[in-house]
Structures are given as structure tokens and as C-alpha cells.
């Protein structure tokens, strides 16, 4: 179980008296994160989520609130931070930044069809059409610098195919930094995996864990959906997925001939960025109990799969 701070259940008593929700009945950690602590959380009121941030810069959550309020009013599924009796919706318990939300419906699906693939298609269109006119900005801590100083610390440490792989990268990275490729940009999800997904049957009803969340490439964002949302039980491209997750993005939002260009290099971009994490994380938490901590070497075969991309992105006649 991923919780790297645990809580009793007086502390957490003592934290909900705050809210309008009636007294605490239960609450349990929640399984696979990686990064912050998770708790569901049941009160008279309802059921929630709790999220300690484990991670990152806390004066960067206040722009989480104000996205997640920005989505919600374009009618988009998400969680949204609850306010306690005094309007406040950011918090402190156990000395970490704690967050509670309404726990949304649905389940997350592992294996997906195209249906649901063209769902997340369209979803990810909408957060990008919702985001990318609003003054709502946030450099990605884990972008293109990055994943540059990340890549060459690593580079040392591998051989064969894949440092060829890593080396290639690091020169398109140069390239894009000293030419910008010219790509639309908004507030990206940056983590849409099927495990921050819900659907009920093939209804898309939720899309949970914002704390990724950054200004980027929209490009960027929709390759790191298909790169896991679309591969078969071999871990390579299923073609049909890939199709309808892009045809439901390309419904609500066109592709640009640059964006068609930089496809496949994005694919392989999107692929490093979470093997460079995952490869980080388990050198960090090797041998300790209770952490979840990803296998890297998926990300690892999928960057050296997408040498060669069969397929572009749909664009309009």
C-alpha cells in the first residue's frame, strides 16, 4: 500500500470536525499511488478523498484549486477541493498539504476498448478547449529541462539500443529548445493513465489526480494517454485503441500539421518522461516496505518501440 504517511483515526476525526460533514464513520488507504498518500474517506455527509501531498512545490496547489473549479464549470467530471467551515479548501495534517474531495463514481477499467479509448480522447480535447485561452499556467517540473538533465544522468548507465534511444532523444530535445516546433499549448492532465480514470460501463464519469498538472504541448498530454491506454497484452500499439482514442480527440479538437510532424518523437518523449520517473523511484525507494514503485523497464521497451511509428494523426481535409 502507497501511503507514506499513515494516519490514526483521532487525527482524523480531529481534521474532519472542521467540515460540515458529519461525524468520521471510516476511512482506509488507498492502493497503487506512487507519489502521495491517499485515503477514502466516509462521513455522514458522503464519501471522499483525502490526499496528504507528498511531492512537489505546495504553493502550486492553490493553482490546482483554481483549475479543478475551472473544469468543473465547463462541465467536465472532476473532483474539486471541499471547503471547510471557514471557506478554506487548503489544508495542513501530519505537516504535509491536505486536500479533501467528493469521491466520484465509477471504476477504473483495465482493459479498455475503443469505445472507452474514443472517451478519453474527447475528455482530454475538452480539459485542452476548457484551459487553453485562461490565464491558468503552471510550469511542468518535469518537462522538456527536466527530462534533459534526467537523461543525460542516466545515459552513463545504459547501453545498446536504448542509450542509442536516449541519445536521439537528447538531440531532439536540443532541437525543439533552440526551434519551438510551433505546437498548441494549454493546462494539460499530464497523467491520464486508466488508473486516473472512471468510467461507469462505457459511460467516461470522472478523471481524478490533477497533481501533475502543467502548462505544455497539448501533443504531449495525448501521447502519454495512448501510450497507455492503447497498448495490447504484448505492450506494443493496438491500432484500433490508438484510432478511436484519436478520433475522439481530433471530434472536439483538430490537429495541426505540426502536430502530425512531431507525432512520433512526442510518442517517444511521452515514454521517457515516465521511465525517467519510474527509474528515479526505484532507486530511490529500493527495499522499502509499503511503496508502490512501478516497473521502469515498461517504459523502457515502449521508448525502443516507438523507434518505428505505423500510423499518423488524423487530419482535416
Request: aromatic share 8%; net charge negative.
Amino acid at each position: 500500500m502507497s501511503v507514506f504517511t499513515p494516519l490514526a483515526q483521532a487525527e482524523l476525526e480531529t481534521f474532519v470536525a472542521g467540515f460540515d460533514l458529519g461525524r468520521l464513520i471510516g476511512f482506509q488507504g488507498i492502493e497503487g499511488g506512487s507519489e502521495n498518500s491517499n485515503f477514502f474517506v466516509s462521513c455522514e455527509q458522503g464519501d471522499f478523498v483525502l490526499t496528504l501531498v507528498e511531492r512537489g512545490d505546495p504553493a502550486a496547489l492553490p493553482f490546482l484549486v483554481e483549475l479543478l473549479a475551472c473544469l468543473r464549470g465547463a462541465g467536465l467530471a472532476v473532483p474539486y477541493a471541499v471547503a471547510d467551515r471557514h471557506g478554506q479548501c487548503l489544508h495542513q495534517l501530519k505537516g504535509r498539504p491536505a486536500l479533501l474531495q467528493p469521491r466520484l463514481a465509477g471504476r477504473h477499467v483495465e482493459q479498455p476498448d475503443a469505445s472507452h479509448c474514443e472517451a478519453v480522447g474527447g475528455w482530454l480535447a475538452q480539459l485542452h478547449l476548457a484551459t487553453r485561452d485562461t490565464a491558468l499556467a503552471r510550469p511542468d517540473e518535469r518537462g522538456v529541462d527536466w527530462m534533459q538533465d534526467q537523461a543525460r544522468r542516466q545515459l552513463p548507465q545504459q547501453s545498446g539500443p536504448l542509450a542509442e534511444a536516449l541519445e536521439a532523444l537528447l538531440a531532439q530535445l536540443v532541437h525543439w529548445r533552440r526551434q519551438d516546433p510551433g505546437l498548441p499549448r494549454a493546462v494539460l492532465h499530464a497523467d491520464l493513465f486508466r488508473d486516473n480514470v472512471l468510467f461507469d460501463g462505457h459511460h467516461l464519469s470522472g478523471v481524478i489526480d490533477f497533481y501533475n498538472a502543467a502548462s505544455g504541448w497539448m501533443l504531449y498530454d495525448v501521447a502519454i494517454a495512448v501510450n497507455d491506454w492503447c497498448l495490447d497484452s504484448e505492450g506494443a500499439l493496438e491500432p484500433r485503441r490508438v484510432r478511436a482514442l484519436l478520433a475522439g480527440y481530433a471530434a472536439r479538437r483538430a490537429f495541426t500539421a505540426a502536430e502530425a510532424q512531431c507525432w512520433p518523437a512526442m510518442l517517444r518523449l511521452a515514454a521517457l518522461r515516465f521511465w525517467l520517473s519510474r527509474q528515479i523511484a526505484a532507486e530511490e525507494f529500493a527495499g522499502q516496505d509499503g511503496v508502490l514503485v512501478k516497473d521502469p523497464q515498461h517504459f523502457a521497451r515502449l521508448l525502443l518501440q516507438h523507434r518505428a511509428v505505423a500510423g499518423g494523426l488524423p487530419l482535416a481535409l
